[in-house]
């Protein structure tokens, strides 16, 4: 009993409980009044909070006996059996109460009613469905519909995935009077669906006293490859931080960008780099470059955009100063994760050059990952380092014997090697992992050449034909 007078004098607590079945006290049904059916209940709730189950049930069953029309105690009892390990009849039971009260066009439901149920984070898809066609009913045909039905109506679409119709539902709430803000989920829908010009047009009024705004704004203009407008918000978020800065004739970009501390300011960097890939994208390709560019100036360190420079935009000259300069600031990197997620990210872009000295750095600190071996041998096969190739993945088929590419690839180097009695083992071993990799006929052939069997070439290089014409 102290417990519980400690927990009734508790001010949230009962105001908690209060609201969360105070909204039931409209609720028809025979038996006792609305009243008592929620003081039942907010005994129950009690009783769970004291881990008395039994208790809890009893209350339950008695609100739910003697106020049979309450959806209340059927959504009480729902919540119970479903968290009571193998009474999941008793739940489904209770399912299916809670979806034929919902069903029944005798009275529309309280929006509290609704508003509880759906507070629910852990209530189920079928139930949720329900709850959306109940919703959906009570509103249809209405001239002016009831604003928070319509709110409830977009959120249960949200959750359900359906986004397109929550959009509608959000969008003709908006034209409702004195509706409130849903700037928020209705901009994050638009971008979930690429709606690009509607966030612009959504977002545009709001950005003047809202900096961060102002960054989704610059975001949802690079999605839409408006460079010029772009390049005007970045000017606005500068000189906002900045005033002093500010000049009647807008600046280049690259003097712009030398405004903000990206090593402080790491979300705009990042911001930024997602617009010039958008830009790219639209195929604003002299805009992305200058982007970019105007970005590594700022920031020389940064790999990421020494890369994509490197990559896209360099002349053969900065190309190889570039080159040269990348692979000296990887000389003194010691991490070996460091080096395996580089190597692997250069092998992945096509840059197996610059991939190879990470990887053959990386690969002898992992000498059970089967993908540091892997990979190492793909960007040495790339640059037809044979010696490497055969080794590395060597090491990776006996990481990972039932590969057929291993043994494929370390058989091919060894044909390169001219090492013929070993590469022919490894071909048929590839070819009985992987029937279908019909290549490794061709390389036998060229071995059995090697080795003087002509038999065994015509054999190879037959198969080989005959899987060219299938």
């Not at 949200?158 to 700037?183: H, I, K, N, W, Y």
């Amino acid at each position: 009993m102290h417990g519980l007078s400690r927990m009734m004098r508790n001010s949230s607590f009962v105001l908690a409980s209060m609201m969360a079945l105070g909204a039931f006290a409209s609720e028809g049904g025979a038996g006792l009044p609305a009243e008592a059916c929620v003081r039942l209940q907010r005994e129950a709730r009690i009783a769970r909070l004291q881990l008395d189950p039994a208790t809890e049930l009893e209350k339950l069953e008695v609100a739910h006996r003697e106020c049979p029309g309450a959806v209340a105690p059927i959504y009480a009892l729902l919540k119970y059996y479903r968290q009571q390990p193998g009474l999941d009849a008793s739940y489904q039971k209770f399912v299916a109460l809670l979806i034929q009260r919902l069903q029944d066009p005798a009275d529309n439901l309280p929006v509290g009613v609704i508003e509880y149920l759906i507070r629910d984070r852990e209530i189920g898809r079928v139930e949720l469905k329900a709850i959306l066609d109940r919703v959906s009913r009570q509103s249809a045909g209405a001239v002016v519909p009831d604003p928070a039905l319509m709110r409830i109506r977009a959120q249960l679409e949200r959750r359900l995935g359906e986004t397109e119709a929550a959009v509608a539902t959000l969008e003709r709430l908006m034209q409702l009077p004195a509706s409130e803000d849903l700037f928020g989920p209705l901009f994050v829908l638009y971008g979930k669906l690429e709606r690009w010009e509607d966030a612009a047009e959504l977002i545009a009024p709001r950005i003047a006293e809202d900096q961060f705004l102002r960054r989704r704004f610059i975001y949802v203009l690079g999605k839409l490859g408006r460079y010029d407008e772009v390049s005007e918000q970045i000017y606005l978020l500068a000189m906002k931080a900045n005033p002093a800065g500010a000049s009647e004739v807008r600046p280049q970009l690259q003097d712009i960008l030398a405004t903000f501390d990206f090593e402080q300011d790491t979300a705009l960097l990042s911001l930024l780099k997602q617009v010039g890939w958008d830009l790219r994208d639209k195929e604003k390709h002299t805009e992305a470059e200058e982007m970019f560019r105007g970005l590594l100036k700022q920031n020389s360190a940064d790999t990421e955009l020494q890369s994509t420079v490197l990559h896209l935009y360099a002349s053969v000259t900065e190309r190889q100063n570039q080159a040269e300069a990348l692979a000296k600031s990887w000389q003194g990197e010691t991490d070996a994760n460091v080096l395996f997620e580089e190597g692997t990210q250069r092998l992945t872009s096509g840059d197996a050059a610059g991939a190879i000295d990470l990887l053959r750095r990386a690969a002898p600190e992992f000498p059970d990952l089967e993908a540091a071996w892997y990979n190492l041998g793909m960007a040495a096969y790339r640059l037809e380092d044979w010696a490497t190739v055969e080794s590395a993945f060597g090491r990776a088929a006996e990481i990972q014997p039932e590969r057929a590419q291993s043994f494929f690839f370390r058989g091919l180097a060894l044909e390169k090697l001219d090492r013929c009695d070993d590469a022919v083992i490894m071909l048929k071993r590839a070819l009985e992992l992987d029937p279908e990799r019909t290549l490794a006929h061709y390389y036998l052939a060229a071995c059995y050449r090697k080795l003087g069997d002509p038999a065994a070439e015509a054999e190879a290089s037959s198969r080989y034909q005959a899987s060219q014409q299938s």
